[in-house]
Each structure stands twice: as C-alpha cells, then as structure tokens.
C-alpha cells in the first residue's frame, strides 16, 4: 500500500525566511510518482511539480526548489525567501504508473507573515 | 497545461435535496475522471473513479447509491449527491486523467463547495 507522510501540520515564518516542507513515502513499487499540490484559500489545487522515479536531480524552479532522495524516501521541498502569498497548504503526493490513483498526504500549512 | 472546470463554483441547498456537480474537461478528453472529497483542514480523499461509459469505482465507505457519478462522455462527469444532509457538506473536487497520454498527471478542478443546510 502507498502511503505520504507530511509530518509538518503547520510552519509560521516571517518573510523572506527559508522554509522545508518535508514528505516521507512509502511504496512497494520501483516505478512511481511524486507531486507537490499548492492549495491557497480559494481552494483550488496549484500543480508545482511531478518527479518520476528514475530522476532523483533536484529541481529548481525560481525560489521553490525539490530535494528528492530515494534513499531516504523523501521529497522535501524548499521555499526560499518566503513571501505572504505562498501562505497556503502544501500537499505531497504518490502515484503509480499507469495511473490509478493519487494519494495524499495530510497536508502543510504554511503561514507567511509580514 | 490541461484546463478542468467545475460548475457549480459553490452550492447552498436545503437538507434532503439532490444537487449535481458537473466536472469538464475543456481542452483533452478524460479516459478517467476522480472525484474527492476534501473536509476543513482535511486532506483530499478520492471518493470514486469513473472511466468514460463504465460504472464508477468507489472507495470503501463510500456509499453509491448516495453519490451517483456519471461519466458519460470523455468531456464530462457528473457527481450527485441524493438526498443531501448536513454533514455532506463539504468541498469537492474532480479531476481528469488522459490515459492515451505519456504525462500520468490528473488535471484539477477549481472545486464545489457544497453547504447542506
């Protein structure tokens, strides 16, 4: 069974701090997944990343950056020089090929404060 | 990317009535759609899968005959929620799945924020 674990329910930082969100996952599979979701208070979900299994080089994408080490089975994900606007929750996720599903982890929410 | 839409943007209904959420995708056809469910604070948690002229596959504890999804073109699912009560209120979301394509990412929707009162 797939299983995401975000440990973090909630960070507070004050802008222009750095900020980790972390995931942990599980799954039997070698070929899979992984995503972050953006979700501001409107609700809408924001894609912001999709990473395969085979492709384990960081990404970075302007002040976002993904740390993924399958070693660890993680998939943490860094703001840098956070901003009001990125106050939201962040959701991690898993998918198998051939796409059934997508599990969720539980969630982050991140406050950015003036 | 590939555009989701949802309609209606948020529903207030009475407790006892039926109410129709309709999911499209507007720029590629959905082999697949999903449908979640999403509870203050809470996380997505997928309700059922619909494939394109095939009965929904629901998730344990979901009640069928409660939610009813129809996914009767490669464009358009339906859900609908029978005979509302109150504690079906709740923020739903759809997306869609084009399976003749090698991305494997699902398409969101905006989201239905139903309000059974």
């Known amino acids: 069974a797939q299983k995401v674990t975000q440990a973090q329910t909630e960070i507070s930082v004050v802008e222009k701090e750095d900020v980790t969100l972390d995931c942990v996952y599980e799954?039997?599979?070698?070929?899979?997944?992984l995503f972050w979701y953006k979700q501001p208070p409107s609700g809408e979900l924001v894609f912001l990343i999709r990473?395969?299994?085979?492709?384990?080089q960081n990404e970075i994408s302007g002040r976002y950056s993904w740390n993924f080490q399958k070693s660890t089975s993680s998939f943490n994900f860094t703001i840098t020089a956070s901003q009001v606007v990125d106050s939201a929750v962040y959701f991690c996720?898993?998918?198998?090929?051939?796409?059934?599903?997508?599990?969720f982890g539980k969630g982050t929410m991140l406050l950015v404060s003036p | 990317g590939a555009v989701v839409s949802q309609h209606p943007s948020r529903v207030i209904c009475k407790s006892g009535t039926s109410v129709k959420i309709e999911c499209r995708s507007l720029?590629?056809?959905?082999?697949?759609m999903f449908w979640y469910r999403q509870f203050p604070k809470q996380s997505l948690m997928l309700m059922a899968t619909?494939?394109?002229?095939?009965?929904?596959?629901?998730e344990q504890g979901v009640e069928k005959d409660k939610f009813l999804i129809n996914h009767a073109s490669l464009t358009l699912s339906t859900l609908t929620v029978t005979s509302a009560h109150p504690e079906d209120s709740s923020f739903y979301i759809c997306?869609?799945?084009?399976?003749?394509?090698?991305?494997?990412?699902?398409?969101f929707g905006p989201g239905t924020r139903l309000t059974v009162l």
């Open positions: 997306s869609a799945f084009d399976g003749t394509s090698d991305d494997n990412e699902q398409f």
């Open positions: 799954t039997r599979d070698t070929t899979y997944y």
């Open positions: 990473r395969n299994s085979f492709d384990e």
């Open positions: 996720a898993l998918s198998e090929p051939g796409y059934s599903t997508l599990t």
């Open positions: 720029d590629f056809q959905a082999t697949t």
């Open positions: 619909s494939n394109e002229g095939s009965k929904a596959t629901y």
